[in-house]
């Protein structure tokens, strides 16, 4: 499949094969004690295992794609300063759900998406405790461990699961905005249930398996949603900003769901939470 005059069917096998390889370094670690560091507050955490993973997945793709540019989460944390522009741009999350990672609760995964004119156009998102693995090309379908996936295609929110997350930040007015919205999509929405796999790639992946109707999230980076938004768009679900209009993989908030409905009905019901631009 091309894009641009870029082959994505490549591009697509070098971030599964170099997540498979991050996969094998979180499998050796999962289950042995971790030295921990905090970055922005004491819930939002990073190990040896976050640096290594995206250590290798930066260094194999970059000796591949040296025209590229490259976004990491670890990276950034460090300092690095990145310009977002139309160049092929690769948003890493070498561990999404650190906090799971920490105590061993098997929801975690390599999140690689790749950008191209700041269009998520590959993503691979990989759970490798579970051994899932989730990609999209756009314009291919998306696939769990090779065979197709889709939404559900519901849209009546009152009969619809739907996943959420407190995020790592600890500001009190944030969360305060946030608990807000959670309790009126559960009462005025009237939803079935909420969950929250502490995993934003991963959230959204089951939206695009069609296991939960929609995902929200604000506070969260362009490495945590890059990957599973073309995911959940070849599955045949919406992603958006929940603001309204298309989805912004800088603006640190997200909507998917498995109908242009639900995604509208939650956007509705909820208040924005304002962040400071990737
Ligand atoms: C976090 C996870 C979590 C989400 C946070 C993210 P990390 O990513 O995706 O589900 O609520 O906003 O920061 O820190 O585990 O890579
Ligand atoms: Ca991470």
């Not at 050796?28 to 030295?35: I, M």
């Not at 959940?232 to 912004?248: L, M, N, S």
Request: negative net charge; charged residues 25%.
């Amino acid at each position: 499949m091309a894009f641009d005059g870029h082959d994505l069917n490549d591009y697509l096998q070098s971030a599964i094969n170099v997540a498979k390889a991050g996969g094998e370094l979180i499998i050796e670690t999962f289950y042995k004690e971790k030295s921990i560091e905090t970055k922005s507050s004491s819930a939002d955490l990073v190990t040896e295992t976050d640096k290594a993973v995206e250590k290798l997945i930066f260094s194999t793709l970059k000796n591949k794609y040296p025209q590229h540019s490259f976004i990491g989460e670890e990276s950034v944390s460090d300092g690095e300063v990145v310009e977002y522009t139309n160049n092929a741009t690769w948003m890493v999350d070498p561990v999404d759900g650190t906090c799971n990672f920490v105590h061993s609760f098997p929801t975690v995964a390599v999140s690689i998406g790749l950008t191209i004119n700041k269009q998520a156009v590959v993503g691979v998102v990989y759970n490798p405790i579970l051994n899932e693995m989730y990609t999209a090309i756009k314009g291919g379908g998306a696939f769990l461990n090779s065979k197709p996936i889709k939404v559900s295609g519901q849209t009546d929110l009152c009969k619809s699961l739907i996943i959420h997350e407190l995020g790592s930040g600890r500001e009190a007015d944030k969360m305060e905005i946030n608990r807000q919205n959670i309790h009126r999509v559960v009462q005025e929405g009237k939803v079935h249930g909420t969950r929250s796999m502490g995993s934003a790639a991963l959230n959204m992946s089951f939206v695009a398996r069609g296991a939960a109707e929609a995902y929200f999230e604000y506070g969260l980076h362009c490495w945590d949603y890059c990957a599973a938004t073309i995911i959940v768009q070849e599955a045949g679900g919406c992603v958006r900003d929940p603001g309204g209009g298309e989805v912004d993989l800088m603006a640190r908030r997200v909507i998917g769901g498995s109908s242009v409905k639900i995604v509208e009905d939650i956007s509705k019901l909820i208040t924005p939470i304002e962040y400071e631009r990737d």
